[in-house]
């Protein structure tokens, strides 16, 4: 008896370059917020910016794959462990492929 194996086809979508902006809400400023997700951003091998808000929030502009920053996404929802996140908005948009590594914006 043969068998024949076809080869696994990933979802066009989770293979995708894509780009996200991210806004958090909550106490995210001055517990290490913007660290933690520098950190996190960059051992997922995701692309952009982080910065603080003028209102008390966070937003990030962030290009990779969208699976990782879906998961990306999950740890803002947690953050470090001062922080106290209520809410994470995401907007969906193409890629730019303006940045090549992860930092805090000023």
Known sequence: ???????FMADPIETAIVRAMISV????????YR?????????RGLQGTVRNLDDGGVELEVEGLK??????????KAGPPASRVSTV????G???GRFVDFRVRY
Do not use: C, N, Y
């Open 25 to 32: 809400a909550g106490r995210v400023q001055g517990v290490g």
């Open 89 to 92: 908005k995401v907007e969906w």
């Open 94 to 96: 193409t890629a730019t």
């Open 35 to 43: 660290a933690f997700t520098v950190r996190v951003a960059s051992s």
């Open 67 to 76: 699976t990782r920053i879906d998961s990306l996404i999950e740890d803002l």
């Open 1 to 7: 008896m043969t068998v024949s194996v076809m080869p």
